[in-house]
């Protein structure tokens, strides 16, 4: 089973670099610029167990559809399988794409976020990382 290759590797390595932006955009944007979480399971983990638990939360997620398309891939429900990973990646795409947003909206607005491009940010990246 470990030898074989994965049914969908290009919708799983989108989808993958979406999960991954996803919480780097969101910390930058809740611990780095004061934002709010919006989806309410998410929040109460950021709130409880702060950017770590976030992140072991987006990544159980991630490991529950990557298996569940998997499993459906070698029951012969290809179908579904390729479905569920293709709206794995629309739906992931949408935060980031509100993030994306967000974070343009907030640079174009706020004059002091300009130092932000001029390599003084408005918030450290390493306080970021460590759910400060």
């Known amino acids: ?17 979406l999960a991954v932006a996803d919480i780097l955009l969101s910390g930058i944007i809740i611990i780095g610029l004061g934002g709010t979480e919006i989806n309410i399971i998410a929040a109460w983990v950021f709130e409880n ?3 770590s638990g976030a992140t072991f939360l987006k990544f159980a997620t991630v490991v529950v559809v990557l298996l569940s398309c998997e499993f459906l891939g070698n029951t012969g429900s290809d179908s579904t399988a390729r479905r569920l990973a293709q709206i794995a990646v629309i739906i992931s795409a949408i935060p980031v794409t509100f993030a994306v947003v967000q974070l343009v909206e907030a640079f174009a607005w706020n004059p002091d976020l300009i130092a932000f491009a001029n390599g003084n940010p408005p918030f450290d990246l390493l306080d970021i990382a460590r759910g400060r």
Do not use: E, I, K, S
Not at 3 to 12: C, E, F, L, W
């Open 1 to 17: 089973m470990l030898t074989r290759p994965v049914h969908y590797p290009a919708a799983y390595g989108v989808f993958v670099a």
């Open 49 to 51: 167990a702060g950017l």
